[in-house]
């Protein structure tokens, strides 16, 4: 096969793998910031939020979601190690 094949096929059999690994290490880390910073922070940080009520719809859900997922990707393509 020509090597630009085989290196497409290779990068395409380590995605599934890279992308369990970044969203197994973004994950706990979001979550972990998420927390410290809207709970543990929430009196001394209020002034500065932009949204200071706890409140979200369904359309920001899904950019949150869909943003989250595009982040995944790109952690999944260029892996930090």
Known sequence: MLPII??????AAHVPHSFLLAATINV????????????????RLKNWRIQIVRRADTLQFRRELKNSFYVLCVNARFPLC
Request: aromatic share 22%; hydrophobic share 70%; no cysteine.
């Open 6 to 11: 085989d290196a497409l096929m290779d990068v």
């Open 28 to 43: 706990p880390l979001v979550a972990l910031a998420y927390y410290v910073f809207w709970y543990l922070l929430a009196d």
